[in-house]
């Protein structure tokens, strides 16, 4: 089984080769022209994809040493996502499965996140988790609790019913000048913080499900009050906010996925998506974890952010079942779970 996959759905244009299940190269281009407008512009993401697909595809079978006449699946990212950079990555990989008269597999974004735990990290101690699993998939658009009962069949048990814990992280380093990407920022800046200098309140939701636009505002009226008072209160306690801020939004992750453990009774937890990648929430779930008695499960950095990788995997359990689509296949950017 060989697979090249292609991931497209917002900023990141990559392409990965599987191998009999294990991953063979993975190539990310980023695209950094969207740091001086301060967030991601749809139109210019796609563009970047036109340039980058091309050679990113190359230098990922190079890397893997297969021709594309070794290929037998082609893989993609059907959604959800940015339309227009959805479009680069379908486009391309219909045209090339076409060409080469090999099936089209398509891979939802958001599954493939969770099912980037079952990559062999070649560590040599490397297990999956086993089924069934718990899985807080975080990211810049969307925050779900996932019970995943196989690598085809998962639950949504709890989500986000307004804005995504990475748009807060974000919102939050906007509102204290920080450049984009914030959200790693934040994450810097809070190593060297106190964690308890600013208390920000926490919204409660019904069930295992999240709300993160009330603390975005709080952070706004915070910041406001006491700018007021002292013009230089950002400059001054920088630190301390990022800490502050979060430690408020991991705890109000992990308050969820601590009842959501209790209420399935399920003891492997994962975490997934961009930002699985910060320090403080990967420290706060390990503690936490040893405290309950759980076995934790944390990506590697490379697989926390939007990459082929995790897209090939998906497909290889699809590839397994003979799962495949067809040549009229199109983007999906709200595409369901």
């Given amino acids: 089984m060989t697979i090249l996959a292609i991931e497209s759905s917002c900023d990141e244009t990559s392409a990965a080769v ?3 299940g294990n ?34 595809v190359e230098r990922a079978l190079a ?26 990555g379908t486009s391309f990989a219909k045209a090339m499965a076409l060409g080469l008269n090999i099936p089209l597999i398509e891979v939802n974004h958001m599954q493939a996140h969770v099912l980037a735990h079952f990559i062999d990290d070649q560590s040599g101690n490397w297990s999956p988790p086993k089924l069934p699993f718990l899985c ?50 934040i994450d810097k800046y809070a190593r060297q913080g106190n964690p308890l200098a600013f208390p920000f309140p ?30 230089n209160f950002i400059d001054e306690n920088l630190a301390d906010i990022c800490a502050s801020i979060q430690h408020t939004l991991v705890q109000m992750l992990l308050g969820k996925l601590k009842r ?22 990967r420290t706060a779930l390990q503690t936490l974890g040893d405290e309950q008695g759980w076995r934790v499960f944390i990506p590697r950095f490379e697989y926390c952010t939007d990459n082929a990788a995790m897209i ?16 009229a296949v199109s983007p999906m950017p709200r595409m369901a779970f």
């Fill in 136 to 185: 807080l998939t975080v990211s810049g658009g969307h925050t779900q609790l996932v019970l995943v009962k196989s690598p085809l069949d998962m639950e949504i048990i709890g989500q986000t019913q307004d804005d995504a814990v990475g748009e807060a992280f974000d919102k939050s380093a906007k509102l204290l000048n920080l450049p984009y990407p914030g959200g790693p920022l």
């Fill in 312 to 327: 090939a995997m998906a497909a290889k359990f699809k590839y397994d079942q003979g799962d495949f689509t067809s040549q």
């Fill in 202 to 231: 926490m919204a409660e939701m019904p069930g295992l499900d999240f709300s993160f636009s009330g603390i975005k505002t709080a952070i706004m009226y915070f910041l406001r009050d006491n700018l007021k008072t002292n013009p």
């Fill in 18 to 20: 599987l191998v009999n």
């Fill in 23 to 56: 991953i063979c190269s993975n190539v990310v281009a980023a695209q950094l022209i969207h740091e001086q407008y301060g967030g991601v512009v749809p139109e210019l993401a796609s563009r970047a994809h036109q340039q980058h697909i091309v050679p990113v």
């Fill in 260 to 281: 959501a453990a209790r209420e399935t009774r399920v003891r492997d937890i994962a975490i997934a998506g961009g930002v699985s990648a910060n320090s403080g929430l």
């Fill in 63 to 88: 890397d893997a040493k297969v021709p594309k006449s070794a290929l037998n699946a082609i893989a993609f990212t059907r959604g959800p996502g940015l339309l227009g950079s959805l479009l680069v």
